[in-house]
């Protein structure tokens, strides 16, 4: 039997997400757990890119001084911190390990665990039972939700920041590598939501100016009762239809949650939006999802 049978498709098509539970054995999770503990163990952020990420749109605005660093973060692997995890010279206040909100966006390409974990034959056919047929990979991260100070992750859609003509042509895997759960920091869906279109966009900025991205559209408010909480198994996978709404909240228990994920795109009879912050360059073309 396939992986993904014919209810999660269904279950995906209506609800724009679905979970399948053991995509990685607890071994796997473990084992790129201990690989992102060694790269965070070796990393070396300049401290002007000491960068703290946030999905609030004001923030990403406002908070330029190290755009660069992540505009051009799509084919590197860099690291996005929590707020307030640095001094006023740019030293971390706490251990560094429990200091980063994320590491993007090129896990995928550069670091072979990663690769392996994203080429799987389990996703390879996730895709194709999905009816891909020339998927590619746009972007990867390891998402930390730290205990204690992981930020929320606000309603959103993928397809604001990663747009193609037409729509619904991204996908969202997101792997559990701990339990996700209430009190962790678990994602929220609005089971429909990918039917009525999308809110807004990011968008570059025109060469030469400042800030360097810029939103067209309103932040759109949601009603709180529509959202479904859903708490998963270290292992299991949530697909994410790109234009699904959903969102994460705070963490605030004394667990993490760590998660791998990647965005892949069919390719075939799409336009990749050139307008997205996040563009193919030669030293890493968006790489085709069925090749090892
Ligand atoms: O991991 C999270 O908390 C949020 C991830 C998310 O919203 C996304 O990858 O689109």
């Given at each position: 039997m396939d992986f993904m049978t014919d209810r999660d498709v269904e279950k995906y098509m209506a609800d724009g997400y679905v979970v399948l539970d053991g995509l990685l054995t607890s071994q796997e999770c473990d084992e790129l757990r201990q690989r992102m503990a060694e790269i965070v163990e070796q990393m070396d952020v300049p401290e002007h890119c000491r960068t703290t990420f946030s999905t609030h749109p004001d923030e990403q605005l406002n908070k330029?001084?190290?755009?660069d660093y992540f505009i051009t973060s799509g084919d590197k692997i860099r690291f996005f911190f929590e707020e307030g995890v640095f001094d006023d010279k740019g030293?971390?206040?706490?251990?560094k390990q429990r200091s980063l909100n994320k590491v993007g966006h090129a896990l995928h390409a550069y670091e072979p665990l990663y690769k392996k974990a994203t080429h799987s034959p389990k996703v390879q056919g996730i895709a194709k039972k999905l009816g891909l047929l020339s998927p590619v990979i746009l972007q990867s991260m390891y998402i930390f939700k730290q205990p204690?100070?992981?930020?929320e992750v606000r309603p959103h859609q993928d397809a604001t920041f990663l747009?193609?003509?037409?729509?619904?042509?991204v996908m969202g895997v997101w792997i559990a590598l701990e339990d996700a759960t209430l009190n962790n920091g678990c994602l929220w869906f609005i089971p429909?939501?990918?039917?009525?279109?999308?809110?807004q966009r990011m968008v570059r900025a025109?060469?030469?100016?400042?800030?360097?991205t810029d939103f067209i559209g309103k932040e759109k408010t949601y009603d709180e009762q529509k959202f479904i909480a859903v708490p998963v198994k270290k292992g299991s996978v949530v697909l994410i239809h790109g234009q699904v709404v959903h969102r994460s909240a705070e963490n605030n228990s004394e667990d993490s949650r760590h998660v791998y994920t990647f965005h892949i795109m069919e390719?075939?009879?799409?336009r990749w939006s050139p307008d997205n912050w996040l563009q193919p360059t030669e030293e890493l073309p968006f790489p085709p999802l069925y090749t090892k």
């Amino acid at each position: 039997m396939d992986f993904m049978t014919d209810r999660d498709v269904e279950k995906y098509m209506a609800d724009g997400y679905v979970v399948l539970d053991g995509l990685l054995t607890s071994q796997e999770c473990d084992e790129l757990r201990q690989r992102m503990a060694e790269i965070v163990e070796q990393m070396d952020v300049p401290e002007h890119c000491r960068t703290t990420f946030s999905t609030h749109p004001d923030e990403q605005l406002n908070k330029q001084g190290n755009a660069d660093y992540f505009i051009t973060s799509g084919d590197k692997i860099r690291f996005f911190f929590e707020e307030g995890v640095f001094d006023d010279k740019g030293e971390f206040i706490i251990p560094k390990q429990r200091s980063l909100n994320k590491v993007g966006h090129a896990l995928h390409a550069y670091e072979p665990l990663y690769k392996k974990a994203t080429h799987s034959p389990k996703v390879q056919g996730i895709a194709k039972k999905l009816g891909l047929l020339s998927p590619v990979i746009l972007q990867s991260m390891y998402i930390f939700k730290q205990p204690g100070i992981g930020g929320e992750v606000r309603p959103h859609q993928d397809a604001t920041f990663l747009y193609t003509e037409p729509l619904g042509r991204v996908m969202g895997v997101w792997i559990a590598l701990e339990d996700a759960t209430l009190n962790n920091g678990c994602l929220w869906f609005i089971p429909g939501s990918q039917n009525s279109g999308i809110t807004q966009r990011m968008v570059r900025a025109p060469e030469g100016t400042f800030p360097l991205t810029d939103f067209i559209g309103k932040e759109k408010t949601y009603d709180e009762q529509k959202f479904i909480a859903v708490p998963v198994k270290k292992g299991s996978v949530v697909l994410i239809h790109g234009q699904v709404v959903h969102r994460s909240a705070e963490n605030n228990s004394e667990d993490s949650r760590h998660v791998y994920t990647f965005h892949i795109m069919e390719s075939q009879d799409t336009r990749w939006s050139p307008d997205n912050w996040l563009q193919p360059t030669e030293e890493l073309p968006f790489p085709p999802l069925y090749t090892k």
